[in-house]
Nanobody
Framework: QVQLVESGGGLVQPGGSLRLSCAASGDTLDYYAIGWFRQAPGKDREGVSC????????YYADSVQGRFTISRDNAKNTVYLQMSSLKPEDTGNYHC??????????????????????????WGKGTLVTVSS
């Protein structure tokens, strides 16, 4: 079973940048689609960005398109979310979630996780991002 630990959250001013990290242990990320989800009080949970560990297929929510970039470092078994041009609306608790794909590449498992909330198999505890002046 894979364990996930998020880090990198904090307080940042509008227009600033943060990089979130999701460090995996207990299993290689080669077998998973990995996603970042966020939730703020009074708002629904949102799939922000997801990536296939098999072929690198990615998904971004419309609200973060062009501002956020998801990536993976195979040597460190870690997934990153680089966030730029941050807005107050980006505030929330960001969770790293892994979906076991059993060799399935392509966009289908990425969309299943991020766009439709299917296969939220393993969760980290989250890291809080606050965007405020």
């Amino acid at each position: 079973q894979v364990q996930l630990v998020e880090s990198g959250g904090g307080l940042v001013q509008p227009g600033g940048s943060l990089r979130l990290s999701c460090a995996a242990s207990g299993d290689t990320l080669d077998y998973y689609a990995i996603g970042w989800f966020r939730q703020a009080p009074g708002k629904d949970r949102e799939g922000v960005s997801c990536i296939s560990s098999i072929d690198g297929s990615t998904y971004y929510a419309d609200s973060v398109q062009g501002r956020f970039t998801i990536s993976r470092d195979n040597a460190k078994n870690t997934v990153y979310l680089q966030m730029s041009s941050l807005k107050p609306e980006d505030t929330g608790n960001y969770h790293c979630i892994a979906h076991r794909v059993d060799g399935q590449g392509g966009i289908t498992p990425v969309l299943a996780l991020c766009a439709y909330g299917y296969g939220m198999d393993y969760w980290g505890k989250g890291t809080l991002v606050t965007v405020s002046s």
